[in-house]
Nanobody
Framework: QVQLVETGGGKVQPGGSLRLSCAASGSVDGIYAMAWYRQTPGKERELIARKTNSGITNYTDSVKDRFIISRDNARNTVSLQMNDLKPEDTAVYYC?????????????????WGQGTRVIVSA
């Protein structure tokens, strides 16, 4: 129903910057929020930043002064500008979309995930 394609991952030195982008396609009209998560080995997937269609934005404390989430192109894309990167930011970053759809009289809620893009912060 919704497909997410992520780009922008790579290797960067501490203090550097990267910009991740995610393009949504398919039933995009049902999306009401998009977010970025990250995951490292031995840890559960962590919500980093989330932005609703109405403009409500939330960040986890570890990134709120360094990362910026934005949505554009009629809300079909979501980006994560990452500044002042630290080694502990090293992770696989995932794009997420929360969506609703109507099936006859039922309202179904779905979570959609991108394939993940790897970010390595190292000298």
């Amino acid at each position: 129903q919704v497909q997410l394609v992520e780009t922008g991952g790579g290797k960067v030195q501490p203090g550097g910057s990267l910009r991740l982008s995610c393009a949504a396609s398919g039933s995009v009209d049902g999306i009401y929020a998009m977010a970025w998560y990250r995951q490292t080995p031995g840890k559960e997937r962590e919500l980093i930043a989330r932005k609703t269609n109405s403009g409500i934005t939330n960040y986890t404390d570890s990134v709120k002064d360094r990362f910026i989430i934005s949505r554009d192109n009629a809300r079909n894309t979501v980006s994560l500008q990452m500044n002042d990167l630290k080694p502990e930011d090293t992770a696989v970053y995932y794009c997420n979309a929360e969506a609703v759809r109507v099936v006859e009289t039922r309202v179904e809620r779905d979570l959609h995930w991108g394939q993940g893009t790897r970010v390595i912060v190292s000298a």
